[in-house]
C-alpha cells in the first residue's frame, strides 16, 4: 500500500504527527528507558503500568489535547472510549522505545533535525508557531515527540522490516498463480476508498468498532483521517481501523483495479476523483452527509503485462512484502507486548465499574 504525500493536502499538514509521536510527548516526562528498582506508587491519576514505569492520566490528558479535533462533541462515553485506545497506543509506544534502548538504537541530532525541519517546510514561521500553540505544545516537545517516533521506527525496521524477505521465486509462483490479474482488458484504474456515513450501522463496520453516528460526527472524523494520512499514516491501515464499509474494510479499503468504462459511469465527483490522476492522489467525495476517501493507488493501460515488465515485478514484490511484514509486525508487537509487564489500571477500573466513567474534565495543561 502506498503512503503518499499528495500535493493536494494543505501545507500545515505538515506539522501534524503521526499517533506515536504525539503520544510520545505525552508520555516522555513520566517514563525512563530503565525500570525504576521499586514499583512506583499506583494513585487514581495512574492509568497504566509498562516495566514499573507509570503511564498517568496526565500523560494521557496531554496527547489527547493534541490530537483531538476540538470541533468535535463527544459524550463522557466517547471521550473516554478514545483516550482508553491512546493509552493503549502509548502503552505499545513505551515498549517499543524500551526495546530500542535494549537494542541500543538512537536517533543521531543531523536525523532528528532532518525531521524537524520537514514539520516546517513550505510554511512561515509564523504559521508554524500558531500551529504548535493550537496544540499546545512547544518546539522541544515536538522534537521529543519526533525522536520517539524515529526510535520506535527504527526498533520495527531492524526488528521487522530487515527480516521480510521476498525471493525471485516467491514472485514468479505469484504470477503464475494470478496471471489473470496482469491481463488488463481496458484501461483500468487500482483504487481504494474509506468510507464515513452520518449513521451508525447495526454491526461492527472496523477493526476498532470506531462509527460516526451524526452528521457533525462524520465530518469530524473525516478531518481527523485526512490529518493522519498527511501526516503520513498508512490508507490501509486507517481504512482497516475506520472505515465504515464493511466489505472493504477487512482489505485495507482496497477495491482493486476499476475499467475506465466503469468509472465513466460513477456519479462525476467520484469519476473526477479518479480519471487522469497520477497514482498517489487522494480526495474526498462528500455527498448527503457521508464522505468517501479516495486513493489512486496505479494506473494501467490495456494489455498482457508479464514478469519482463519491471513495473510488473515490482508490484508483486511490494504486495508479497507488504502482507509478510504487516503479519510479522503484528506478531512481533504481539510478543513484546506479552514479553513486558503490562498494567492497564483504567481498563480494570472501568471493568470493575461496569463501564462508569470517572470524571473527564482535562487537567490543566502544567504553567512554562
Not at 513505551?94 to 525541519?117: G, H, M, R, W, Y
Not at 525471493?167 to 464515513?196: C, K, P, W
Not at 503520513?232 to 474494510?249: H, I, K, R, W
Not at 487522494?282 to 493501460?301: C, F, K, N, P, Y
Request: aromatic fraction near 4%.
Amino acid at each position: 500500500m502506498h503512503k503518499p504525500r499528495p500535493a493536494s493536502f494543505t501545507l500545515c499538514g505538515r506539522l501534524v504527527l503521526t499517533l506515536s509521536a504525539l503520544a510520545a510527548v505525552g508520555v516522555s516526562a513520566g517514563c525512563r528507558s530503565t525500570p525504576a528498582a521499586a514499583p512506583p506508587a499506583v494513585s487514581a491519576d495512574t492509568w497504566a503500568s509498562v516495566d514499573g514505569r507509570n503511564i498517568s492520566r496526565q500523560d494521557v490528558d496531554r496527547a489527547y489535547r493534541r490530537v483531538q479535533d476540538p470541533t468535535q462533541t463527544l459524550s463522557e462515553e466517547e471521550t473516554l472510549t478514545a483516550k482508553l485506545n491512546l493509552l493503549n497506543d502509548l502503552i505499545v509506544q513505551e515498549i517499543l522505545f524500551e526495546k530500542a534502548a535494549q537494542l541500543k538504537l538512537e536517533v543521531s541530532p543531523t536525523e532528528l533535525d532532518a525531521a524537524f525541519n520537514d514539520t516546517k517546510k513550505n510554511i512561515t514561521d509564523e504559521a508554524f508557531q500558531q500551529e504548535l500553540a493550537r496544540r499546545g505544545m512547544t518546539p522541544a516537545e515536538l522534537r521529543e515527540g519526533l525522536r520517539r517516533e524515529l526510535v520506535a521506527q527504527k526498533v520495527l525496521s531492524q526488528e521487522v522490516g530487515a527480516k521480510v524477505a521476498v525471493t525471485d521465486q516467491d514472485v514468479s509462483e505469484f504470477f503464475n498463480a494470478n496471471r489473470g490479474q496482469f491481463n488488463v482488458a481496458e484501461e483500468a484504474y487500482h483504487i481504494a476508498q474509506l468510507v464515513v456515513t452520518p449513521v451508525r450501522e447495526g454491526q461492527q463496520v472496523n477493526r476498532k468498532g470506531d462509527d460516526a453516528a451524526s452528521p457533525e460526527q462524520a465530518a469530524a472524523k473525516v478531518q481527523m483521517l485526512m490529518t493522519r494520512l498527511k501526516s503520513g499514516a498508512p490508507f490501509g491501515e486507517l481504512a482497516a481501523d475506520y472505515s465504515e464499509d464493511p466489505q472493504s474494510s477487512p482489505r485495507g479499503g482496497d477495491l482493486g483495479f476499476i475499467p475506465v468504462s466503469r468509472l465513466k459511469q460513477a456519479p462525476p465527483p467520484l469519476r473526477d476523483a479518479v480519471l487522469n490522476r497520477a497514482p498517489g492522489y487522494v480526495s474526498v467525495v462528500s455527498a448527503g452527509g457521508a464522505h468517501t476517501i479516495v486513493l489512486v493507488m496505479e494506473h494501467e493501460q490495456a494489455g498482457q503485462k508479464d514478469l519482463s515488465m519491471p513495473e510488473v515485478r515490482e508490484r508483486i514484490t511490494q504486495t508479497l512484502r507488504g502482507r509478510k511484514e504487516g503479519l510479522l509486525r503484528a506478531a512481533y508487537l504481539v510478543t513484546i507486548r506479552s514479553d513486558a509487564q503490562v498494567v492497564n489500571y483504567l481498563a480494570r477500573r472501568l471493568v470493575e465499574s461496569k463501564g462508569k466513567p470517572p470524571t473527564l474534565q482535562l487537567t490543566p495543561p502544567a504553567a512554562r
